[in-house]
């Protein structure tokens, strides 16, 4: 089964497919650092640096005929999108993928994106475009939201989900179910990397972090650099002992002092390889780019076991 991945990122989302038994036919991203990282780890993917704007599928022919279109778009937020108006690059994104449908028929479509794409009545006009291409189409299409949790990723990460398929396919498709039974805590993720270099309070510390850690966002290029987001959540990460206004180059040694209660520059920081772990990238899959261009894609991610799990559900509709 054969894919075109748009929006790629760091790879999560392709990573996963990957995993379920898609071979990507192509790939395509306008940011270099992200391309970097996917030529970096699958040097026999053909890989795009273009604008999806940008993007004419004559000038492609390998992405024709294919199995699936997928896209892991940067993701939409109701409240910005009131206070701020600042979606309008986001919105474009998504409204060009549902053209994209036109020219590539694909047997099946997949969007990733956040939950309020699904659930906001801000975003109904993008369901709409959706709607209106797909159904002129011929496609059957399903709307729904899970969280990656579910999946063994240790985070309270809710994603929405469009899942479109030819009429023929649409039958057999069932939304993924959770592939573990109980859920990871940011402690347990994280112990082993924080311990690594002999911090002696890693367990004091992993011992209070015993819920998912908070959905891993920030390094905007809209709103500055490598940090966990805005002040809600940092919020939501210093309950768990993690201050959420940077991220350290390195884990803690020996001798760091951390105790719970700390304020500001004395709380534990988390580094980039740990978002990758929080993330589920496996070990192996290299992030390349400075610091904040790793972390720009690791954040707004599909985690890969997310990917894997709607990939397996939409090869199954696929196989009959």
Not at 50 to 60: K, N, S
Not at 160 to 167: H, M, P, S, T
Not at 168 to 194: I, K, W
Request: charge should be negative.
């Amino acid at each position: 089964m054969r894919f075109v991945d748009v929006c790629s990122g760091g790879g999560g989302l392709a990573l996963g497919l990957e995993q379920a038994g898609f071979t990507p036919a192509l790939l395509v991203d306008n940011n270099k650092d992200a391309c970097n990282t996917l030529r970096e780890n699958r040097p026999e993917w053909k890989v795009l640096e273009e604008d999806l704007l940008d993007f004419v599928p004559d000038e492609h022919k390998e992405s024709y005929d294919v199995d699936l279109l997928s896209a892991g778009l940067p993701r939409v937020n109701a409240v910005t999108a009131a206070k701020k108006g600042e979606l309008y690059e986001e919105v474009k994104l998504l409204e060009a993928t549902a053209l994209l449908v036109h020219p590539l028929r694909p047997k099946a479509l997949l969007v990733e994106n956040s939950p309020d794409l699904v659930e906001s009545p801000r975003f109904e006009s993008v369901r709409a475009t959706f709607r209106e291409e797909l159904d002129h189409l011929g496609y059957r299409y399903k709307w729904f939201v899970l969280n990656a949790a579910d999946f063994g990723v240790p985070q309270d990460r809710k994603q929405g989900v469009l899942v479109a398929l030819r009429e023929d396919y649409f039958g057999s498709f069932r939304p993924p179910a959770p592939t573990v039974t109980s859920h990871t805590s940011l402690g347990e993720a994280l112990l082993p990397s924080m311990s690594s270099k002999g911090w002696h309070g890693a367990e004091d510390w992993a011992a209070q972090a015993t819920s998912l850690a908070p959905t891993l966002i920030g390094g905007s290029k809209k709103h500055g650099g490598a940090d966990l987001g805005q002040t809600g959540s940092k919020r939501a990460w210093a309950r768990m002992g993690i201050c959420g206004l940077s991220l350290e180059n390195d884990v803690p040694k020996p001798d760091f002092d951390w105790r719970p209660g700390n304020d500001g520059e004395a709380r534990l920081r988390i580094t980039v390889d740990q978002a990758a772990i929080l993330q589920s990238f496996p070990q192996e899959w290299t992030i390349t780019g400075k610091k904040t261009a790793r972390f720009r894609q690791i954040a707004p991610a599909c985690p890969p076991p997310v990917g894997k799990a709607l990939g397996t559900a939409i090869a199954a509709a696929l196989n009959g």
